[in-house]
């Protein structure tokens, strides 16, 4: 495995679900970085771990829980989610000399459906 | 203040033309300018970056324009292929201190 993983690809959801995000990079990477890409919209960003450590919480709803255990993974915790959230999560990585400092590494998304 | 305006949302380019997409921005804290692009069921990927200490940086096909005075840059994709048929999204941070700001893409067709 190379780069940045994400699981699932594809997610199908209820309004009362509780559903995981997965996300791991293999790149040596001390920051991860979750964004929502919503059509027509910029990407937008959701939550910065730094060395472990949640940096930017972008105003995100308590319905999105994130959790870093270490540097190579990241998860987004869903539950109670609602229609409008149905979008393409993607998760992303960033140089160890700390977050903003230069090329993001994207994963491919997990594409969100909230029936 | 932190936004980033992109155009044109969607542009069709003859094989072997010019593509050219343009972005503004207001902050002028901004430092850090790249241009990611994004096929279908991927993830973006960086495919040129420029800081304002030049006005142009070339990486092949690929050339980004940087006016300070007026805030804005440009891609510009010289001799243009289907292969380059992707979204295009423009970003801006203030590099190390500021996460990046997405503009909203422009998804180029490169027709033969």
């Known amino acids: 495995e190379t780069g940045v993983t994400q699981t699932p690809r594809h997610l199908v959801m209820g309004m009362t679900n509780k559903k995981s995000l997965k996300c791991e990079q293999h790149?040596?990477?001390?920051?991860m970085y979750w964004y929502k890409q919503s059509a027509k919209k910029p990407l937008e960003l959701m939550f910065v771990y730094n060395f472990k450590e949640q940096t930017e919480n972008n105003s995100v709803p308590s319905r999105f829980s994130p959790e870093c255990p270490n540097s190579s993974h990241l998860f987004l915790h869903l539950h109670t989610l609602q229609p409008e959230d149905s979008a393409l999560y993607l998760c992303?990585?960033?140089?160890?000399?700390?977050?903003?400092?230069?090329?993001?590494?994207f994963g491919e998304g997990s594409r969100l459906t909230v029936l | 203040q932190q936004q980033v305006k992109q155009s044109p949302q969607s542009l069709i380019v003859q094989k072997g033309g010019i593509s050219i997409i343009n972005c503004a921005y207001e902050?002028?804290?901004?430092?850090?300018f790249p241009w990611y692009q994004q096929f279908p069921g991927k993830g973006p990927a960086l495919l040129i970056a420029?800081?304002?200490?030049?006005s142009e940086k070339k990486e092949g096909r690929f050339t980004i324009s940087f006016n300070k005075s007026a805030k804005q840059f440009s891609l510009h994709i010289m001799d243009s292929q289907p292969g380059d048929s992707a979204t295009y999204f423009c970003a801006a941070s203030v590099f190390g201190n500021t996460p990046l700001v997405f503009g909203k893409g422009t998804r180029l067709s490169v027709i033969a």
């Open positions: 790149l040596g990477h001390n920051a």
């Open positions: 420029i800081r304002p200490d030049v």
């Open positions: 902050n002028t804290a901004f430092d850090y």
């Open positions: 992303a990585s960033s140089q160890e000399r700390g977050a903003y400092t230069g090329e993001l590494f």
